[in-house]
């Protein structure tokens, strides 16, 4: 029989019982001297076994100046009951990088024993420091040991040992695994002090009214949708209620006990149901206030969204279109599932409404466009998004979580496929916008929920020159796979190709085809590129990569659809590799400077839509690739066109950039897929980026489109 692991010293407390002046004593005594952030560790598992009457526990822990580990006590009412070992932790020791034999985990076996919700444990370093803790059986049951030890490795790798154990221990001692929950907890602090300082010395204090249409909701829905307009710091409101005769007297009781105790509640009784549009109208009928607010009535507001509006407000008055980041919240209050958004995205809007909640509009804009419309009901929000920043002055975007959407069973934050007539509704609200704009084009539901994709009708089809850079061996091949690939008329190719005794080549025909054109010179590539752009004929200049194939069919009509917005200056597409993994949809740069390539190693199965439907929708970005890359001719003259020195990326990042400084806007288009064979080297002469951020001030390489709270650290 094997003889039992003896634990290495007496139990420090004499007690029978940990909850004791000593135990408590030394818990806070701990916590005072910032002590627990010397332990790393984790109860991995308390499992009862019945038939032998034990209990075993499983965990590591590590001490996080020297990584070595933990001492674990037991009460002494226990200890001789008790056996324990040291086990080696492999996905431990690989997730720190320690040698593979460390023994950082443990096991400890009590006979006759049986842990029913709490266990007790003292956690010692080598160095005699000693941490007590309490552990919820129940709770560690619901978290998977794996996943844990998998997101652990990610964190060192994207943010250091350092931030990773303040982020481990913050999880394990609020049993909130998920990112996001730390993220919360990082992010959302404000100084209460200064929130209020602001506002009694902000020049403008408008009234903000919330208009808000009730039917039928749960009370304890409509309380905590109440109560978060009533816990806002900013005082200056007015919550215009419009009941939509819900026939649950729940909601009368409710709705008349709030309008008795704060005399900014004010409510209208509707006679008969008129369903969203029409008792949003009534509620609209009773605001006095300078801005107004859209709200449903089972959804919370942020305590701090208010103040952060009538901030931006008082940053520039003529802000009349402001809207905010959100997440969802259970019904347990439980928040989840982060939509960190875009700023100003028109294209990006046209397919799917992205703004959603929690728009506050200037009162004078919303006269100007007028009520909700119940053609519209079930995408009513939708319309009025699309009528109202269609006359907007100035659209805000505040890149904060201050909107909080319920997700209750059968609703739409629920479940999308709920209401499918929601998505018919706003199909008809954007036809209708590009019937305002007298733009002609066909609207079609998109492949996901809530999505939508519009064919745009041309009376012409616009010239287009595609220009490759490329050995003279290979046109055959290179203009026979584009030949195949290309359903489109107007096109022209020019083949650029380095010789060095290109001085005394003239440009030629290809085989004697007018719409075939050699150019030869001994230059750098950029410069060959300007070059067979001066010679080009075609409206657009379409710059390819030879090693690039074509995935999607009639691929030039899906690029050159866009051309009707004469605001957008270069067209990218969805770059992927010979897996199928996302290679570029687009680049910025992160907080630290360097490049960032959005979504990079992602598959793309078809089902996968990115974050937000990033990779599926058309959208503004900071910069594409020039791997296949559209611009219109007049505006490459504009800018110059290319800039000798810069290698890929910074040669196309430069070209955006240039082209955004005139006006103009950057265009992903996820609907033209190509595949690149050919990997890019890594830019690896440092002087170069740092030349190049030399000459862009910092505001030119701040992509507004990307949410910074996603350049930080991308969520997918």
């Not at 006359?391 to 319920?406: D, M």
């Not at 003279?472 to 489109?488: F, R």
């Not at 990779?615 to 559209?630: E, G, T």
Request: hydrophobic share 35%; aromatic share 12%.
């Amino acid at each position: 029989m094997k003889k039992k692991e003896k634990f290495q010293e007496e139990f420090w407390i004499e007690n029978k019982k940990f909850k004791t002046t000593s135990y408590i004593a030394e818990r806070l005594k701990a916590k005072y001297n910032k002590k627990e952030k010397l332990f790393l560790f984790s109860i991995d598992t308390i499992e009862n076994n019945k038939e032998d009457k034990s209990v075993l526990i499983r965990g590591w822990g590590l001490c996080t100046l020297t990584f070595t580990p933990l001492q674990y006590l037991v009460q002494k009412e226990i200890k001789k009951k008790a056996s324990f070992k040291r086990v080696v932790r492999t996905d431990v020791n690989e997730a720190f990088s320690l040698d593979e034999d460390l023994k950082s985990g443990f096991e400890i076996k009590i006979e006759n024993y049986k842990v029913d919700k709490y266990f007790e444990l003292v956690l010692k370093t080598e160095n005699g420091v000693i941490l007590p803790i309490k552990v919820n059986k129940k709770k560690i049951e619901r978290v998977s040991v794996s996943e844990i030890i998998r997101n652990t490795k990610n964190d060192i790798k994207n943010e250091g040992i350092k931030e990773t154990i303040t982020k481990f221990n913050y999880k394990r001692r609020t049993k909130e695994w998920s990112d996001f929950g730390y993220w919360i907890y990082k992010n959302e602090k404000y100084s209460i002090d200064k929130v209020k300082n602001d506002i009694v010395n902000f020049q403008f204090l408008p009234k903000i009214s919330i208009v808000v249409p009730v039917y039928n909701v749960e009370e304890r829905w409509l309380r905590c949708f109440i109560n978060s307009v009533i816990n806002q710091y900013y005082i200056n409101w007015e919550l215009c209620i419009a009941d939509d005769c819900s026939p649950s007297p729940h909601v009368k009781k409710v709705l008349d006990e709030y309008q008795l105790k704060d005399h900014r509640i004010k409510v209208l009784y509707r006679h008969e149901n008129g369903h969203i549009s029409e008792a949003t109208n009534s509620a609209i009928s009773l605001v006095t206030g300078d801005y107004v607010g859209f709200m449903d009535n089972d959804d919370e507001l942020s305590p701090f969204a208010l103040y952060e509006y009538v901030k931006a407000i008082n940053e520039d008055s003529r802000r009349d279109f402001i809207y905010c980041d959100e997440d969802k919240i259970d019904t347990r209050g439980k928040r989840f599932d982060p939509f960190f958004k875009s700023s100003w995205n028109s294209e990006l809007l046209h397919n799917h409404n992205y703004i959603t909640h929690f728009v506050l509009v200037k009162k004078s804009l919303l006269d100007r466009i007028g009520l909700l419309k119940s053609e519209y009901n079930g995408s009513q929000d939708y319309d009025f998004i699309l009528r109202a920043t269609e006359n907007a002055e100035s659209i805000h975007h505040i890149p904060k979580l201050l909107y909080h959407w319920r997700t209750i069973e059968g609703s739409v934050a629920f479940n999308p496929q709920a209401k499918m007539y929601c998505y018919e509704a706003g199909k008809k609200a954007l036809e209708d916008s590009l019937e305002r704009h007298h733009i002609k084009g066909k609207v079609e539901l998109g492949k996901f929920y809530g999505t939508y994709k519009t064919q745009f009708e041309f009376e012409t089809e616009p010239k287009i020159t595609i220009i490759v850079l490329l050995e003279e061996n290979e046109i055959s091949t290179v203009l026979g796979k584009l030949e195949n690939s290309i359903e489109y008329s107007q096109i022209e190719f020019v083949f650029g190709i380095k010789r060095e005794d290109a001085s005394d080549q003239a440009d030629e025909r290809y085989k004697n085809k007018s719409n075939i054109i050699k150019v030869y010179k001994n230059c750098d590539n950029n410069e060959l590129k300007n070059y067979c752009a001066e010679i080009a004929t075609g409206e657009y200049l379409l710059f390819l990569e030879k090693h690039v194939e074509i995935i999607s069919g009639n691929w030039i009509k899906e690029l050159i659809n866009f051309s009707y917005n004469k605001k957008i200056g270069i067209s990218g597409v969805k770059i992927v590799d010979a897996k199928n993994k996302i290679l570029n949809v687009g680049m910025n740069f992160d907080v630290n400077g360097k490049i960032r390539y959005s979504h990079q190693g992602c598959e793309d199965d078809g089902e996968y839509k990115g974050y937000y439907y990033r990779i599926v929708a058309p959208q503004y970005v900071f910069s594409v690739s020039d791997d296949c890359l559209l611009i219109k001719k007049d505006v490459f003259q504009l800018i110059g066109g290319y800039e000798k020195g810069w290698s890929f990326p910074l040669s196309a990042i430069d070209l955006c950039v240039k082209v955004k400084k005139q006006g103009y806007s950057v265009l992903f288009n996820p609907f033209v897929k190509v595949k690149q064979t050919y990997k890019h080297k890594l830019l690896e002469e440092k002087n170069e980026l740092n030349r190049f951020k030399e000459k862009w001030s910092l505001d030119d390489l701040i992509d507004p489109y990307t949410n910074i709270n996603l350049v930080k650290r991308e969520l997918r």
